[in-house]
């Protein structure tokens, strides 16, 4: 017959383990959020500083996307303050919020009407190379459509200083073509209209053959890029002499993929 004395050991145990985990959740530190933000022209690297917390969510304040890294770094296409946002979960189980303002710069874009908004497209020079390929401005885009073997480019003339480096970067986006190509080109000589274009080779590129272009992107050409002379290199560019350089961006191929391929937000600034 089961008495009560012997159900004592089962009882002192639970028991303990319930004393045993409220003693341990009753050690568990407070958790404190912040972070510090550390500008570079549009670029920014977040420190975070919280404390005994997980599960972080990065609002930065754009609309895009929010980040879950715990020491996130952050590119805006435009200059301006910008109210960032950090919640976080702490292992007490309570919910953190923190907000700051950032402001960020742009640095002189030796580019001009980059952005290719309607008072931009002046700035450009369309170069029709052969049939097949369009290009057009719309919505703040350049946009090239359609293919058949036949390629266009849009290009401008710039200054630079020999021996500076640059970074150059242009976003680019398209949902994935065939057999096709985007370059950019540095070159000493002027595009002349219906002809080809190769002058200083090709820097920055997209290119199906080599691996990249085929399925959907949407990004930076300097960090996309899969072909050209710079690739790899986070942008980096240098010019062996100073003056005129025309820049110029041409694409082409068999199939631009549905809606084309789109050119916005293009840069070139000396980098310290």
């Known amino acids: ?42 670029s920014v690297d977040f420190t975070n500083e919280s404390t005994n917390t997980r599960y972080f ?18 590119f805006y296409e435009d200059e301006g303050t910008y109210t960032v946002t950090l919640t976080a979960t702490g292992r007490d189980g309570k919910v953190n919020t923190q907000a700051a303002q950032v402001t960020v710069t742009a640095p002189e874009n030796f580019v001009k009407g980059g952005k290719m908004e309607a008072a931009d497209i002046s700035n450009w020079t369309v170069l029709k190379i052969s049939d097949g390929v369009d290009i057009t401005f719309e919505n703040g885009k350049a946009i090239a459509r359609g293919g058949n073997w036949g390629h266009a ?19 680019v986006a398209g949902s994935g073509a065939t057999e096709t190509w985007l370059e950019t080109y540095f070159g000493a000589l002027p595009p002349v209209q219906n002809s080809d274009y190769s002058s200083g080779g090709n820097q920055f590129g997209l290119s199906t053959w080599d691996g990249c272009g085929s399925t959907p992107f949407n990004g930076n050409l300097a960090t996309l890029a899969c072909a050209g002379a710079q690739k790899g290199k986070d942008g980096e560019i240098t010019f062996s002499q100073s003056g005129t350089v025309y820049l110029l961006i041409k694409t082409g191929g068999n199939n631009l993929g549905a809606g084309g391929i789109s050119i916005d937000n293009i840069s070139l600034v000396k980098k310290d």
Do not use: R
């Open 153 to 171: 480019a849009i290009y401008q003339a710039i200054q630079v200083e020999a021996n500076q480096k640059y970074t150059f970067s242009a976003l």
């Open 57 to 74: 969510s990065w609002d930065f304040g754009d609309g895009s996307d929010p980040s879950t890294d715990i020491n996130p770094s952050h």
């Open 1 to 42: 017959m089961k008495t009560l004395y012997s159900k004592l050991p089962i009882l002192v145990m639970l028991a303990m383990v319930i004393l045993s985990g409220c003693e341990k959740d009753d050690k568990i530190p407070p958790s404190t959020i912040g972070f510090t933000a550390t500008a570079t022209n549009l």
